[in-house]
């Protein structure tokens, strides 16, 4: 028998050719570093600010007290007059001056301290001191507000007449008109009996 023909495929029984390397991938570039941010720039710091000056205390402006000035006897007015001109003058520091008829030998000053008082007196002719002490409202109240006369009298009340033409004389009342303050009277001294009408603040209550 004829042996069989065995074919062989080409490179049958030899080595296989080594396969080619595959060529080496290119190696990625590096990509690039990331530029650095740039750092912010600090804020500046805020100015501190400026502590407020402290405010100046006020002068209590609206507290006042009264003085009594004493004078030489009947130089009262004198006096006033005197302490008016330097008030115009701006040369004392006093709110006012106060003259009053039931409160003889002495000026009422309303100043701030008793320092003002002193200063606006010195050196006036018949200034003689003044009195220890500040006054009340209350003690010159009564000399301020002068109350009525004919608040004061009443129908066959005996009087004197204080002023005007039967100065002098006394009289009886008769009438009384209290929205005018006048009071009808009869003279006491007179040789007959005549009403007279008369301002009620010449009237002078007689008491027995």
Request: aromatic share 6%.
């Amino acid at each position: 028998m004829s042996e069989p023909n065995y074919f062989t495929e080409p490179g049958y029984g030899q080595e296989k050719a080594a396969e080619p390397e595959k060529a080496a991938e290119p190696e990625k570039a590096a990509e690039p570093e990331k530029a650095a941010e740039p750092e912010k720039a600090a804020e500046p710091e805020k100015a501190a600010e400026p502590e407020k000056a402290a405010e100046p205390e006020t002068v209590d402006e609206g507290t006042s007290h009264l003085f009594a000035v004493k004078t030489t006897g009947g130089q009262e007015k004198i006096v006033m007059r005197l302490l008016e001109a330097r008030i115009k003058m701006e040369k004392i520091n006093i709110q006012s001056a106060v003259l009053l008829s039931d409160f003889k030998g002495y000026v009422v000053i309303e100043a701030q301290d008793p320092s003002a008082m002193f200063d606006a007196i010195q050196g006036i002719r018949h200034v003689r001191g003044h009195l220890r002490g500040e006054l009340t409202y209350d003690d010159i109240e009564k000399y301020l507000i002068k109350k009525s006369t004919v608040s004061e009298l009443a129908v066959e009340n005996t009087v004197e007449i204080i002023g005007g033409p039967f100065k002098g004389m006394k009289a009886t009342i008769t009438r009384l008109d209290q929205e005018k303050e006048e009071a009808t009277v009869v003279l006491s001294d007179a040789a007959y009996q005549l009403p007279v009408t008369i301002d009620a603040n010449y009237l002078k209550l007689v008491t027995a």
